[in-house]
């Protein structure tokens, strides 16, 4: 295993430095329903992680517990180093972590702009007030922060649709300005739920040449959960496979896909 | 033709004209682009220091003179200032169609023996970099969007910034060798080399002159009295001789100011925020424009709608009228005046127009109403008839003479004449000096005394000397029983529905035509949309029965109004299909000007023609498609065969009489 030293270099030569989360023995119950069962697993510095399994293996839930949504009943979240309190989300999102949803949560209302602006609010420090009167300090800070949202605008290549009711996108780009709202926070650490669910071959394509570029220029940890094997297998650093709340798998895409318990997992055994 | 050496006004070359605007009105704005959703402008001064440092920059990473510099991107004040920079180099800048794919592209860069490429983004380099496999003759790789290019091996490549930093922290050691590059250029080097698309063989590269650019701009300049007060919309092929003439050309020679558009999809926003004052479109941009006008008043109010139908018919009546400086009534000039606070000035606001002073469409025919239409809302859109070897202008229409069935009088300093067999000629100062390594095309385009064949059909009107084009003069044949067979008439005929997007006829040497049709998507789709039509792809859509009804109804309707005209009344369309796929470049079926290839079209249908000629009621088909990465798939169907009912031909008349 991998926790034997600090950092790895990946196959295409990325250096993935140390542990930046770790979940220690999380166990997450629902009433009776224990959803998550004893899962330890720990996200890298710079690395792409996904999280992977069957339907109601408990992926989103491993999700909600890692952005502070979920509080599990036992075990321990570390990040950068330190045990973490249960917090309220958006104490989370001071921390930089942002994450997308997997059925999509925009303002639909809004326009692509307003709605990425958004993700800044963790950035904006006048009152109601300061910004209702629109005057020296609030100016400035809008436009400040305009221009960060303006370079995440271009970097997603969605210009186009800049003052676009967030309600007349089709689904595919629905998803991208919601990763463009999650980006804009600037987070370290950046979840995606299910990015491509949904999506035709081009739009994965075009999704997963961001998140690969997002990785890249940001040097943003991303961890996410995905149904396609194909591009999990293609994006990830390493995978953690889940099933029925157990840990199963955990190790790069080749030794995931060799193990035999994921392979049962996914196509079944015969019960003979 | 005078030939002049010290060249117009004593400005021989580009960097020469830079010099000129950048000394004489350094403060004007000469670039804009719209970036992080800001217009970001430099003035010819800055325009200026940001040329020569990227001069600089390709003096430091070792261009010669003579070298061939591609470049490859969208229109970006980056790449034409590329252009620019490489003529006070002395190199010889060849743009290329940014969405070509790559054996294309391989094609030309091996002929051109271009050493440096500069690539708009990681997309072209890639394509660069899988042609340099087979070719290993670029030294040099530059690109101006660093985006995911930083785990590229950079032992050969670099970005545009950093070499122009390079030339301008270096710029002690480069000056005055790039003061005596910029000194030598005289007025008969090569100022640009553009590949022709060509309907038909290999892309040829063609050379213009110093001579030729300028002579050209200044002329067309004076014809339009352009100032450096215009401002221009720049996103047409920067490949495209058009582009060349207005952004580079005219633009120096007047100094005015060249807008980018932010991405290729926000032209149109990028347009309203622009209002150009100077414009040039394909027919197919203002056809969009009207669809989308049509499209949205249908779904406006009614009062809107009665607003618009009712100044539109009054705007119909007059506004040509009123353009030309034709006497109008008084009454009328209130009602329009009227209208123009209400509806036409409005919605030119909406379209981008509402600063239009003068603008050309050309390439294809316009429908007279959709050209009529842009006329009578006051907007000045004339046409012109040019080309690449004639650095775009042959023939343009002056103010007030300005219809919808001629190309207009020659342009300044453009002789035309019209050889028996109707192929037009033309000479200018504007020539092209040669097909680049290709004596023989040279020798058969250009005659010895300058002449250049067109390889267009037409005749100049008597009564206003004005030229119309027939037809590419190799596309006109002949009927079996020897009348004209003349397929662009008919297809552009078609093509004025709004439904249609493409037509191909065929028919030389047989005894009567057939069509292929491609159906627009958006128009169609908008109509299934508002009757209840449901479809779940393009394909569906084509073989829809009420879709192929209506198409029927159009080409009967055409097959009504060539029946009238005596000469051309064999060209009726008897059966046709509405095709499964549109034509498109990444086939081959179209040039990258979205020219329809004939020859390969027929070639690689043949089989739906045959079924066409064989009277068949439907035909199966496999087509093979090219991806825009370049993978290549197919796509089966079976396509149904329409009779159309045609018109028993003028000859009845003709006995009449």
């Not at chain 1, 919601?178 to 081009?202: C, F, H, Q």
């Not at chain 2, 078609?494 to 998507?521: Q, W």
């Not at chain 2, 029927?552 to 060209?571: P, T």
């Amino acid at each position: 295993m991998l926790d034997s030293f600090e950092g790895y270099v990946t196959e295409d030569g990325r250096k993935i430095g140390g542990v930046v989360m770790e979940m220690k023995n999380i166990t997450l119950r629902f009433g009776g329903v224990v959803a998550i069962k004893d899962i330890s697993f720990d996200i890298r510095e710079g690395e792409i992680r996904a999280i992977i399994g069957p339907n109601g293996a408990g992926k989103s839930s491993m999700l909600n517990v890692i952005s502070g949504f979920y509080v599990p009943q036992e075990g321990e979240v570390w990040f950068h180093g330190a045990k973490r309190p249960p917090m309220r989300p958006f104490e989370v999102a001071q921390q930089g972590i942002a994450r997308t949803f997997q059925n999509i949560a925009l303002f639909e209302g809004m326009s692509v702009l307003d709605n990425v602006m958004t993700g800044r609010l963790g950035y904006m420090k006048t009152n109601i007030f300061q910004q209702a009167l629109w005057k020296g300090k609030a100016e400035a800070e809008e436009t400040e922060n305009r221009e960060a949202v303006e370079k995440i605008i271009d970097f997603l290549e969605i210009q186009h649709i800049r003052k676009t009711p967030v309600s007349r996108l089709p689904y595919g780009l629905k998803k991208r300005v919601e990763l463009a709202r999650a980006l804009a926070a600037e987070p370290k650490l950046l979840l995606l739920d299910e990015p491509m669910a949904g999506m035709n071959v081009e739009e994965k394509e075009d999704m997963s040449r961001f998140i690969l570029d997002v990785n890249d220029e940001f040097g943003t940890t991303i961890a996410l959960i995905e149904h396609d094997m194909g591009v999990v297998m293609d994006l990830s650093d390493r995978v953690v496979v889940m099933d029925y709340g157990k840990k199963i798998g955990d190790g790069t895409p080749d030794e995931v896909r060799n193990n035999q318990e994921v392979i049962d997992a996914y196509l079944g055994v015969s019960h003979d | 033709m005078a030939q002049t050496q010290s060249g117009a006004e004593g400005m021989t070359s580009l960097p020469a004209l830079l010099h000129r605007n950048a000394t004489q009105f350094g403060d004007s704005p000469a670039y804009r682009e719209k970036e992080f959703g800001i217009w970001q402008c430099w003035s010819w001064a800055e325009a200026a220091a940001e040329i020569r440092k990227l001069a600089l920059g390709f003096l430091e990473i070792g261009v010669e003179k003579g070298d061939h510099i591609a470049v490859i991107g969208r229109n970006r004040p980056a790449h034409y200032w590329s252009m620019v920079a490489a003529q006070m180099v002395g190199a010889v800048p060849v743009p290329l169609y940014q969405d070509s794919v790559a054996e294309e592209m391989a094609y030309v860069l091996e002929h051109c023996g271009a050493k440096y490429v500069v690539c708009g983004d990681q997309e072209q380099v890639d394509k660069v970099i899988e042609i340099q496999e087979n070719l290993h003759q670029v030294k040099h790789i530059l690109y101006t969007d660093k985006r995911g290019m930083r785990k590229y091996d950079h032992s050969q490549m670099n970005a545009l910034d950093d070499i122009m930093a390079e030339g301008s922290a270096g710029h002690a050691r480069f000056d005055t060798e790039l003061d005596k590059r910029i000194a030598a250029i005289t007025y008969d080097d090569t100022c640009v080399m553009l590949y022709t698309s060509g309907t038909t063989g290999k892309p040829k590269g063609v050379v213009l002159s110093n001579r030729n650019v300028i002579e050209s701009a200044k002329n067309s300049s004076e014809f339009d009295h352009l100032t450096r007060n215009e401002d221009i919309l720049s996103y047409l092929p920067m490949a495209w001789v058009g582009d060349f003439i207005f952004s580079i050309g005219q633009a120096y020679w007047c100094g005015f100011c060249v807008n980018c558009p932010e991405s290729a999809d926000t032209m149109m926003t990028d347009l309203r925020e622009i209002g150009p004052t100077y414009f040039f479109a394909p027919p197919r941009v203002f056809e969009t424009q009207l669809t989308n006008v049509m499209i949205r008043m249908e779904d406006a109010g009614s009062l809107k709608r009665k607003m618009f139908h009712n100044f539109m018919a009054h705007a119909k009546k007059v506004g040509g009228l009123l353009l030309d400086g034709k006497p109008v009534s008084f009454g009328d000039k209130m009602k329009y005046a009227l209208g123009n606070l209400l509806v036409y000035g409005p919605l030119k606001d909406t379209l981008g127009y509402g600063r239009f002073r003068v603008g050309y469409t050309a390439g294809e025919a316009i429908g007279p109403e959709i050209f009529d239409f842009y006329r009578s809302l006051g907007i000045n859109l004339k046409q012109l008839y040019g080309q690449t070897e004639a650095t775009v202008f042959i023939t343009q229409q002056p103010d007030g003479e300005v219809r919808a069935d001629t190309v207009g009088v020659p342009s300044p300093a453009v002789e035309l004449k019209v050889d028996d067999s109707g192929e037009i000629h033309y000479r200018s100062p504007g020539v092209f000096v040669e097909y680049y390594n290709n004596p023989d095309s040279t020798a058969s385009t250009k005659d010895a005394e300058g002449w250049v064949a067109t390889g267009d059909a037409g005749f100049i009107e008597e009564s206003s000397g004005h030229l119309r084009i027939i037809d590419r003069a190799k596309d006109v044949g002949k009927m079996a029983d020897g009348s004209m067979f003349a397929p662009k008439y008919v297809e552009n005929k078609l093509k004025f529905y709004p439904d249609i997007l493409e037509v191909v006829l065929f028919g030389n040497g047989k005894d009567r035509c057939v069509a292929f049709i491609n159906i627009d998507l958006m128009a169609v789709g908008n109509w299934a949309e508002r009757n209840n039509v449901a479809y779940a792809s393009y394909q569906e859509l084509t073989s829809h029965p009420r879709v192929l009804e209506t198409i029927k109804a159009h080409v009967e309707e055409v097959n009504k109004s060539v029946a009238a005209d005596e000469m051309l009344s064999g060209c009726q369309v008897h059966r046709f299909v509405v095709l499964h796929k549109e034509l498109d470049a990444d086939d081959g079926e179209m040039t990258r000007t979205r020219k329809v290839r004939r020859r390969f079209v027929e070639e690689k249908f043949h089989d739906i023609i045959a079924a066409l000629y064989d009277g068949s009621p439907n035909v199966s088909t496999t087509t093979e498609v090219t991806y825009e990465d370049g993978r290549k798939g197919s796509i089966s169907a079976t396509l149904q065969i329409i009779d159309a009912a045609v018109v028993p031909a003028a000859q009845h008349k003709v006995a009449a009489e």
